[in-house]
């Protein structure tokens, strides 16, 4: 039974008329965006400020994450307009950073990393600063290198939650495989910035939270977020808990004494939530 939200989760949506604009863009470019497949409690201010995140490999994703909106299910062809699609997005909306995610395809050989390579070459070759958020690609460090040497500004793959929590919440993914990809992100370029996320209040305590925290800095991630998980629908993974803003605040500051570089924690953050906050680390 989900609980009744506290009033730090209480957002006045307002503004829904600025999206159009977005939601007609991505209708004719044929785009998906995470923002409206997982329900994003961001959407309305991000559209209207004009950006998105792009989720590139179709809208069906082959695992079962129990927080995720996104459907699952029988997988759709791969665009292969979408790479020059994205870049005509991004120069429409303006965008200075765009940020790249996908489904995971197990289907695909490669897991879609030659698509998202393609995607990112598209945008090196303009000013944009780019972000993709990856799925673990089964830990082919082979695809991982494949979307490393395009040269993404900022690699991202979220851990999600607390190893104690992986068969509930993402039974098909691995807490330690995803710590391999963001060491080995920097094994194949020193240079990258590496950024994970994590939501809390799925039943984790805040001493396994530390532990997560220690974990990616163990393998020099470099950004980090940190929001409270919102259930979809009460078919999804139930919230647990509603962490105060006070337990966030705890958790960056903890965050930045361990060696950050730059920590978004609040309950309303998502892992691409004013992802453009952190331009001025990168330069
Ligand atoms: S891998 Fe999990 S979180 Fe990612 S889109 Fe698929 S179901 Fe959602």
Known sequence: MNKRKPEWLRVKLQGA??????????????LHTVCQEANCPNLIECFARKTATFMILGSICTRNCTFCNVTKGQTQAVDPEEP??????????????????????????????????????????????????IPDF???REALAAVINTKPHILNHNIETVPRLYLTVRPKASYVRSLELLRNSKELDAGIFTKSGIMVGLGEQEE????????????DCDILTIGQYLAPSAKHHPVIEYIHPDLFKKYKQIAYEMGFKYVAADPLVRSSYHAADVSDIIK
């Open 84 to 133: 020059a699609n994205v870049a005509k997005a991004v120069e429409e909306l303006g965008l200075k950073y765009a940020v790249i995610t996908s489904v995971t395809r197990d289907d695909l050989p490669d897991g879609g990393a030659g698509h998202f390579a393609q995607v990112i070459e598209k945008l090196r070759a303009t000013e944009v600063v780019v972000e993709v958020l």
């Open 138 to 140: 089964q830990g082919s």
């Open 17 to 30: 008329e600025k999206t159009h604009g977005v939601k007609e863009m991505l209708n004719r470019l044929s």
């Open 208 to 219: 396994e939270v530390l532990a997560v925290l220690q974990d990616l800095r163990a393998v």
